[in-house]
């Protein structure tokens, strides 16, 4: 199960920072967000955010070849 959290949320950040970013730029109308830069800016860290914690968890796979033992 808390193998699943960190993909989760670095999945979760980078799809609401795109949204966010989108909604900032004007690209999706019809929000209070449409067309400020805040929001831009917010998504684009909320994305970059999230593509951080989904690089660290694939990486952290990687190094330790995949095999976790409890106990």
Not at 29 to 53: D, H, K, Q, Y
């Amino acid at each position: 199960m808390t193998r699943m959290v960190g993909p989760a949320v670095g999945a979760l950040l980078v799809v609401i920072g795109a949204v966010w970013t989108l909604q900032g730029a004007g690209v999706l109308p019809g929000s209070f967000m449409t067309g400020s830069r805040s929001w831009l800016v917010i998504g684009l860290v909320c994305v970059v955010a999230g593509v951080a914690v989904l690089w660290r968890v694939v990486r952290g796979r990687r190094s330790s070849g995949g095999t976790r033992r409890g106990g």
